[in-house]
């Protein structure tokens, strides 16, 4: 056997084994209407997951759930009652739930002085208000039946501070330290709390901006097999692809050194600097 040959026959009884462990698990996507949280929900359906998909988006919700044949509920991340709502009707339609993905999020890019109140107000309501309400309301729930698992979607961004990212790299680090302290609160309790840390990923988010090779961005497909490995085998912090794993050291770096990768990756103007025409779209979305 060929060690390409005996690589390909781990990776597929991996694949088995992950599959396995998911099948039959309840798990509920917020912003699943697109992007990671649709592909997700892709995944996560054909390994034999009972999957809800939960999204503000009502058009794109319906959408989404009809082309995956899954069960798609109208969801107001910064709405505590709404969290609630959902919750609620995710036990009614298919069961108690196994796994919640706090997937939402939006990511404004630009100088930082030309952020309205409003759009900052919205970032911090949706990505990180939202990921403890949603946190909370499933763990309520958790703690006084079966156990289950939170998987919270951050981003290597909530480890690497970067000009024109200021409010997102702020949330996203706000998301990965919360995971981390609700996973040892409740980990007693047989609730476990991970976090999700992608690379930029190919979707509305990245559109406008110029990656190179040094900042490369994966597709959804590479998150969303992430985001099945950690339910399957719950992890604390698993960056996605996990060779971003590296950003975990930049805290203990000196500042000089901060800078000078900055440069050399060209992260200082990346996102201050975007294509407004090409993000046009994902801007207005956002409303920034």
């Known amino acids: 056997m060929s060690i390409s040959d005996y690589r390909r026959r781990r990776a597929d009884r991996r694949l088995t084994r992950t599959r396995n462990l998911l099948a039959g698990k309840v798990v509920a996507i917020t912003g699943g209407a697109r992007g990671i949280g649709f592909e997700a929900a892709t995944q996560l359906h054909e390994a034999g997951a009972i999957v809800v998909l939960g999204d503000v988006d009502t058009e794109a919700l319906g959408k989404a759930a009809a082309d995956l044949g899954i069960n798609g509920i109208d969801l107001d991340v910064t709405d505590a009652s709404s969290f609630e709502r959902f919750l609620d009707e995710v036990e009614l339609r298919v069961g108690a739930i196994d796994v919640l993905v706090n997937n939402a999020g939006i990511m404004p890019v630009g100088p930082f002085l ?39 979607v951050a981003s290597v961004a909530g480890r690497l501070p970067t000009p024109g990212l200021t409010v997102y790299n702020g949330v996203k680090a706000g998301v990965i330290e919360f995971s981390e302290a609700l996973d040892a609160e409740l980990a007693s309790y047989g609730v476990r709390v991970s976090t999700l840390m992608p690379t930029f990923t190919k979707t509305g988010l990245i559109a406008g901006l110029q990656t190179n090779t040094l900042v490369t961005a994966v597709t959804p497909e590479q998150v969303a097999a992430e985001l099945m490995q950690v339910i399957a085998h719950p992890r604390v912090r698993v960056a996605a692809p996990r060779s971003m794993a590296m950003v975990n050291v930049n805290a203990i770096l000196p500042q000089p050194v901060k800078r000078w990768v900055r440069r050399t990756a060209k992260t200082d103007s990346i996102f201050l600097f975007p294509d407004s025409a090409a993000r046009m779209d994902y801007s207005e979305r956002i409303g920034q």
């Open 114 to 152: 030309d952020y309205s109140e409003g759009l900052i107000r919205r970032t911090v309501e949706i990505d990180l208000v939202g990921v403890i309400l949603g946190s909370r309301a499933a763990a309520r729930r958790m703690v006084n039946g079966r156990g289950g698992q939170i998987v919270n």
